[in-house]
């Protein structure tokens, strides 16, 4: 089993859509949580921390579930530019150390 | 300063050359990373520094080595690479290990 597990997608939807992707995880000692969104050929860009009292920044909602081990996004009103691979992360203590695991990426495509 | 710069941009290199990538932060974080991903997968983790030092050797061939020469800077070096070692190379940083990790724009690599 993955540690952390995510739909692959793709997500096809048409602009104003509402769209969520879910993501689950499955070691328990997993500290903290975040979703990154990567455009083709570039580097991961860090859309949001997750919190377990659940955080929303405008049209993006992000929830954990550390009871079900279960992480969310939520995008309302979708635009084309959200088109892109959304990474569920985790970051997880090792020893002395932490290392951040990542999901497989869910695609989205917003289509006009 | 709020970004992680790497030179160069692209590198081709043969299976003999020795070559270094450069990773610079300027945001007083005291955690570096450097990750491999290949295309449609999601990044690797190689290693970790914390405050200077080597924290997470992901058992990566000595072909590969690391040099963290002082809280600002990250290098990778390169020796022998052979070509299914071409793919994107990621550098990170953070504030401490456990906080969220900002991605410099990454080096293309082709090792022919």
């Known amino acids: 089993r993955k540690e952390v597990e995510q739909d692959p997608g793709p997500f096809n939807v048409p602009e104003g859509a509402t769209v969520a992707f879910n993501c689950t995880y499955s070691?328990?000692?997993?500290?903290?949580f975040f979703w990154y969104r990567q455009d083709c050929r570039k580097e991961p860009k860090l859309l949001m921390s997750v919190y377990s009292s659940g955080n929303e920044d405008g049209r993006f909602t992000a929830q954990l579930n550390r009871a079900s081990q279960y992480i969310s996004l939520l995008i309302r009103d979708s635009k084309l530019s959200d088109s892109a691979t959304y990474l569920c992360?985790?970051?997880?203590?090792?020893?002395?150390?932490?290392?951040?695991?990542f999901g497989s990426g869910t695609r989205l495509l917003v289509r006009p | 300063d709020t970004e992680v710069t790497q030179t160069p941009k692209h590198l081709v290199m043969g299976m003999t050359n020795k070559k270094s990538l450069k990773c610079e932060q300027h945001m007083g974080h005291r955690a570096m990373y450097w990750y491999k991903q290949k295309a449609k997968k999601p990044p690797e983790l190689m290693f970790v520094y914390s405050y200077e030092k080597l924290s997470i050797n992901e058992s990566v061939p000595s072909r590969f080595s690391p040099e963290c020469p002082n809280s600002s800077l990250l290098n990778l070096h390169l020796h022998a690479l052979q070509p299914e070692d071409s793919a994107l190379y990621l550098c990170?940083?953070?504030?401490?290990?456990?906080?969220?990790?900002?991605f410099g724009p990454g080096t293309r690599l082709t090792v022919l």
């Open positions: 992360v985790v970051n997880m203590r090792m020893d002395s150390s932490y290392k951040l695991i």
């Open positions: 990170a940083s953070s504030h401490e290990l456990e906080n969220e990790q900002f």
């Open positions: 070691n328990s000692a997993s500290q903290s």
